[in-house]
T-cell receptor, first 111, second 114 residues
Framework: TQLLEQSPQFLSIQEGENLTVYCNSS?????LQWYRQEPGEGPVLLVT?????EVKKLKRLTFQFGDARKDSSLHITAAQPGDTGLYLC???????????FGKGTKLSVIP | DTGVSQDPRHKITKRGQNVTFRCDPI?????LYWYRQTLGQGPEFLTY????????KSRLLSDRFSAERPKGSFSTLEIQRTEQGDSAMYLC????????????FGPGTRLLVL
């Protein structure tokens, strides 16, 4: 059983459309991170959310942490081809510094 | 120094050969992590160092794998007697020891075992 379930697994949309991807779990986390990974590269941290209900914005990206701190969403407004990549959510284990990742959502934005 | 670097970026080897990868972390980062990522999966933790001490190892790290960080700076990951199942992207990350640390990832080494 995956600790973090990400959906959808794949998403292909036209430039200019909006989209939301999800990261869900039955566990409660003290914080959750979102990364974007481009083909052949390592993941790059986008944001860390800490407080239940927290909303953070990064240009056209809006991140929300669920009230119960079990889930999170990433909304992209007016997607652009440069948004193409693998979006990963990750959490740090209790008493451990290792990151546990979901399988990711592979986003393709078609010009 | 602008980020974590890894060498080589790509490696093709034959089954049974040994391979070694190198990771150079961001200067002054005292924590260094190794992860493995296979196709369609997120990165999976292998091991981590705080300075030169290896503090945690995953069950994924079989006895064919060994990692070192001899002087608390760069690290090497060696795989002995490679198997086709070892084909993956090997990612290195580094961080500073802080209450809310951020791990910065390198570009990875993509290994293909034929």
């Amino acid at each position: 059983t995956q600790l973090l379930e990400q959906s959808p697994q794949f998403l292909s949309i036209q430039e200019g459309e909006n989209l939301t991807v999800y990261c869900n779990s039955s566990s409660v986390f003290s914080s959750l991170q979102w990364y974007r990974q481009e083909p052949g590269e390592g993941p790059v941290l986008l944001v860390t959310v800490v407080t239940g209900g927290e909303v953070k914005k990064l240009k056209r990206l809006t991140f929300q942490f669920g009230d119960a701190r079990k889930d999170s969403s990433l909304h992209i407004t007016a997607a652009q081809p440069g948004d193409t990549g693998l979006y990963l959510c990750a959490v740090q284990g209790a008493g451990s510094y290792q990151l546990t990742f979901g399988k990711g959502t592979k986003l393709s934005v078609i010009p | 120094d602008t980020g974590v670097s890894q060498d080589p970026r790509h490696k093709i080897t034959k089954r049974g050969q040994n391979v070694t990868f190198r990771c150079d972390p961001i200067s002054e980062h005292n924590r260094l992590y190794w992860y493995r990522q296979t196709l369609g999966q997120g990165p999976e933790f292998l091991t981590y160092f705080q300075n030169e001490a290896q503090l945690e190892k995953s069950r994924l790290l079989s006895d064919r794998f060994s990692a070192e960080r001899p002087k608390g700076s760069f690290s090497t990951l060696e795989i002995q007697r490679t198997e086709q199942g070892d084909s993956a992207m090997y990612l290195c990350a580094s961080s500073l020891l802080t209450p809310r640390e951020t791990q910065y990832f390198g570009p990875g080494t993509r290994l293909l075992v034929l």
